[in-house]
């Protein structure tokens, strides 16, 4: 879950609030059903038991499933001005923020269990998905555009992935639909061992990260009791503590509820769970303490009420890169691009713009975008020019110019390109500039920093998203609707994310030398 744009207004440097606090890492995956003696629960359903992996025809399954998440706490925020830290070294939290957060998803899904567990794969149709998040009296909701209302879900080595074949998801909108419940992983869970009312058993700790979405369990364990048995249900209470980590942040769980099977059916049919979670500050978050209460419905159905089959949404998406991709968007600067979803956004006033690329709670690149006054429309700055402004940006730092070159992207914008290399406190530093501006004049400037030894891992993600981002017109008036309605073939819609925010910030009109941290990076006085 990432809170960061949430807690931006309390920061007071973030004014970019587009992702949604419904990611619930540690959701309801935690039940394993039994029986009384005299009835076995393995031979009733497929997947009544732990799942055969080695069987050659896993066969889709179909369920309806419909979630409510109800939440309160507080997130925990790094000292953004100055390193508070105690005697040990450790950072002290500056400051914290009240937080609560109620969500709905309602969705139909067809699923089919792998050979192994990379191989699992799930479509799910969303009726309802939408979300209200108050941070510091900041309220923040989030729907699913009608473009993201089917989601597939991919298992990888590194969890799942989702994606919305028709256009690419916003951070939100991931957020939102990952939130709820790992529902395609329930009924493998359910135990195929003989237990009697008060028998107890401890959920296997990889099927827990399946259904949890965590990393890894270091400590603990989920354990379930059979409660209460009738001819038609199967009652169980479910208790666990857990020391686990989430995108490589340590987090703490403590997880208490009940859950029904329906015996006839041998499937999870109805869940309660009361959820304590504390995790750390993370480089790509803030960190958080809070309680949160779910409520679960599931029914099994013979196929979607869309027709669509697994089958049909899997073979629309092209290949596990496009998968990664996330749509992300300005709604003041008035520019988006797509990019890998590792990619998170720390700041966004319209003017300037602060990404970081994360990688295993590392930050391993960290992108600068600003907006530049605007040339008359036709006119272009020169690969020259641009190569002499870095110049006179690292003449005094001893920096070397590796390579220049430019394009035109798919975006039909023209991108001038340079790299940098030199030193700081020792460190051997790369910084990639980016100028990009299209026949209407419009123009912004982009800087990649990440030291040396992370060039491998970046590999190219900056001609990515520099190769695919859309500078649109600004508006005539300040219309909530002034950026959805700014059509292109080139870039996926992105209409519905945008509305509140469909504004530009006035900034200072500068000249159009590069600054020192930025090069080119003038803003535009509107």
């Known amino acids: 879950m990432n809170f960061e744009p949430f807690v931006a207004p309390i920061w007071a440097t973030n004014a970019n609030l587009v992702h949604a606090w419904n990611r619930r890492r540690w959701l309801a995956s935690v039940i394993g059903l039994g029986c009384m003696a005299a009835y076995r629960i393995g031979p009733t359903r497929v997947h009544a038991g732990p799942v055969d992996r080695t069987a ?151 099927i827990a990260c399946r259904l949890l979405n965590l990393d890894a369990i270091q400590e603990g364990k989920l354990t379930l009791r059979l409660v209460d048995v009738d001819a038609k249900q199967a009652h169980l209470t479910i208790q666990g503590r857990l020391t686990a980590s989430v995108r490589s942040v340590a987090t703490e769980l403590v997880l208490e509820g009940k859950a029904v099977m329906d015996r006839e059916g041998g499937f999870v049919s109805w869940l309660a769970l009361r959820i304590d979670e504390t995790r750390e500050i993370g480089e790509a978050e803030p960190g958080f303490k809070i309680t949160a209460t779910l409520r679960v419905l599931r029914a099994p159905i013979d196929s979607l009420t869309s027709s669509r089959t697994l089958d049909e949404a899997l073979g629309e998406i092209p290949s596990m890169e496009s998968a990664n991709m996330l749509q992300f968007q300005s709604d003041l600067g008035f520019y988006r691009f797509l990019a890998d979803r590792r990619w998170s956004t720390y700041r966004d006033n319209g003017e300037e713009a602060t990404l970081r690329f994360i990688v295993g709670n590392r ?27 870095v110049q006179r940006l690292i003449s005094k730092s001893g920096h070397d110019i590796l390579e220049t070159s430019e394009r035109l992207s798919g975006t039909s914008h023209r991108v001038l390109r340079i790299v940098t290399t030199g030193q700081v406190e020792g460190i051997p530093i790369r910084w990639i500039y980016y100028h990009i501006s299209n026949d209407t004049g419009r123009r912004l400037s982009m800087t990649y920093t990440l030291d040396e030894a992370s060039v491998e891992l970046f590999a190219d993600q900056d001609q990515q998203l520099a190769g695919s981002i859309e500078l649109l017109a600004w508006p005539k008036k300040l219309d909530a609707t002034a950026l959805e309605s700014q059509d292109t073939a080139s870039v996926p819609d992105t209409q519905g994310e945008a509305g509140e925010g469909a504004k530009k910030t006035a900034a200072a009109k500068t000249s159009s030398a590069p600054r020192a941290d930025t090069a080119g990076s003038s803003s535009r006085k509107r």
């Open 363 to 389: 930050r391993v690149a960290q992108c600068n975008i600003a907006n530049l006054v605007d040339y008359e429309p036709g006119r272009q700055l020169s690969l020259e020019g641009y190569q002499s402004d």
């Open 56 to 206: 050659a025809d896993n066969e889709v399954e179909s369920f309806r499933v419909r979630s409510i998440m109800e939440l309160n706490g507080e997130v925990r925020l790094k000292n953004q001005a100055v390193a508070i830290e105690r005697r040990d070294g450790k950072q002290l939290v500056a400051r914290t923020a009240t937080v609560r957060s109620t969500s709905t998803l309602d969705y139909e899904e067809q699923y089919r269990l792998g050979a192994d567990t990379t191989n699992d794969r799930c479509l799910q149709s969303f009726q309802e998905a939408s979300s209200e998040i108050t941070v510091d009296q900041h309220v923040t909701k989030t729907t699913l555009r009608d473009t993201s209302r089917e989601i597939v879900k991919l298992a990888t080595p590194t969890g799942m992935l989702s994606v919305a074949p028709a256009n690419p998801m916003f951070a939100a909108e991931r957020d939102l639909v990952e939130g709820s419940l790992t529902s395609m992983y329930l009924d493998q869970i359910l135990t195929d061992k003989d237990v009697e009312i008060s028998d107890q058993w401890d959920m296997d700790r990889s």
